[in-house]
C-alpha cells in the first residue's frame, strides 16, 4: 500500500515533534504493509512551508528508513490566496514529488464560491489537485453537492481511512461510506500525525473497503491510484462514478449526526467595522 497524506517529517506543523516519533511512525506504517510514504507538511497560515528545513529533515527520514520503507515529498496545500500565487508562480513545486499531483485542504468554517476559479487556476497550471478528507469538513457536510461541483471540474477525492469507521465522528463516517458506494473516493490515506492520537492506520481501512466493496476497489484507493499519482503517470482506468454526471443528489442527511451547534456569540456594539477592507480572496479574483 502507499499512503500519499502522512505529517511524517518532525517538527515543521502540527505532526510529530521529533524524530524519534517520526521513526516509530514510519515503522508502524511498514508493519502495517504499506511501501512507500507521501510526506505532506502543511503550507497554511499557521504552518508555512519552510522549504530548507522539510528537504533537510526529508533527507535525514529518507537515510534513516532506507530499507525499511520509501518516502516521497509533497504538501497539505491549504487553499488561501497566498500559497494560490505562490503555487502558480512555481508550477509542480508543491505537487507529489514535483510531477503535479497537489493534495489541497479548504478551510474547516467555509469554502467561498470563487474556489472554483481558484482550481481552474492551478489546474492550468498543470496541477492534477487532490482534495483531502472532503468528509471531514463541515462545508462540504452540510452541502456535499459542491464536492460534485468540484470532481465534474476534473479534481480527484482522498478520503481519511479512519473516516470509514467512525474514527472523525458520525457526519464524517456516514458521508465518506455515501461517497465510497458511489465510486466518488481515488485515494484512501492516513493523514497521520501522531502514533497515539492520529495513528498511521492504512491497513483497517483497506480491509473495510475490501469487505464492503471487494479486494479490487480495496488495490485501486490504496495501490493503483497511489502509484499512478507518485509517477506522475496517465490516470487509471476508474469505476464509474454512480449519480455524478447525472446530478443525483447525495442521499447523506448532516441533520441525523450533527450535534446542535453553540449559540453564536453576541458582536459588540463598540466594536467599529471596516468595510473598505479587502478579503485575501478579493484580492485573489481581482488580481
Known amino acids: 500500500m502507499i499512503d500519499i497524506h502522512h505529517h511524517l517529517i518532525y517538527g515543521v506543523d502540527d505532526g510529530p515533534p521529533d524524530l524519534k516519533t517520526s521513526l516509530a511512525m514510519a515503522n508502524e506504517s511498514a508493519q502495517e504493509g504499506v511501501t512507500r510514504i507521501v510526506c505532506t507538511p502543511h503550507a497554511s497560515d499557521e504552518f508555512p512551508y519552510k522549504a530548507g528545513v522539510i528537504n533537510e529533515r526529508f533527507s535525514e527520514l529518507r537515510e534513516q528508513l532506507s530499507g525499511v520503507i520509501e518516502l516521497s515529498l509533497a ?28 493534495l489541497i485542504e479548504f478551510g474547516n468554517t467555509a469554502i467561498p464560491p470563487q474556489m472554483l476559479d481558484a482550481l481552474y487556476r492551478l489546474q492550468s497550471a498543470g496541477y492534477t489537485l487532490i482534495i483531502t478528507h472532503p468528509e471531514r469538513y463541515p462545508a462540504l457536510q452540510a ?17 481519511t481511512s479512519s473516516s470509514l469507521y467512525g474514527r472523525f465522528g458520525k457526519a464524517a463516517e456516514a458521508l465518506s461510506n455515501e461517497l ?39 488495490r485501486r484507493l490504496c495501490v493503483t491510484n497511489p502509484a499512478a499519482a507518485i509517477e506522475g503517470a496517465k490516470w487509471p482506468e476508474q469505476a464509474e462514478p454512480v449519480g455524478l454526471w447525472n446530478n443525483v443528489p447525495l442521499k447523506f442527511n448532516l441533520r441525523k449526526h450533527q450535534e446542535p451547534p453553540p449559540p453564536a456569540p453576541k458582536a459588540d456594539p463598540k466594536t467599529p467595522r471596516n468595510p473598505g477592507a479587502k478579503s485575501l480572496w478579493s484580492r485573489l479574483f481581482a488580481r
Not at 75 to 102: Q, W
Not at 191 to 216: C, I, S, T
Request: with cysteine; proline share 6%; hydrophobic share 40%.
Open 143 to 159: 452541502h456535499p453537492e459542491m464536492l460534485a461541483d468540484f470532481m465534474r471540474k476534473g479534481c480527484l477525492v482522498q478520503v
Open 180 to 218: 465510497l458506494e458511489r465510486n466518488w473516493i481515488h485515494f484512501l490515506a492516513t493523514d497521520a500525525h501522531n502514533p497515539k492520537w492520529r495513528p498511521p492506520h492504512l491497513k483497517k481501512g483497506f480491509e473495510y473497503v475490501a469487505k464492503k466493496m471487494g479486494e479490487e476497489t480495496a
Open 75 to 102: 504538501c497539505d496545500f491549504h487553499m488561501t490566496a497566498e500559497n494560490v500565487f505562490e503555487a502558480i508562480d512555481n508550477p509542480l513545486r508543491y505537487s507529489i514529488d514535483g510531477k503535479g499531483y497537489l
